[in-house]
């Protein structure tokens, strides 16, 4: 899983592409999005419990 988003203290989510780098956070135009609402760190972390815990396989095609 490729993620780049997270919860702070069940209240804060905080998302988006952005790079925690120097060239990340000085240079790239990337967006970061932060949300305060608890309800929506708490759906974010339900959603994100349940693909964590599938053993669902995710598989990939080449076609080379």
Do not use: C, P, W
């Amino acid at each position: 899983m490729h993620l780049k988003s997270y919860q702070i203290d069940d209240r804060v989510l905080r998302t988006g592409v952005a790079n925690f780098s120097a060239s990340g956070l000085k240079r790239q135009d990337n967006d970061l999005v932060v949300v305060e609402s608890a309800e929506a760190a708490e759906a974010f972390k339900r959603v994100f419990d349940a693909r964590f815990a599938s053993d669902e396989t995710l598989l990939v095609s080449v076609n080379q």
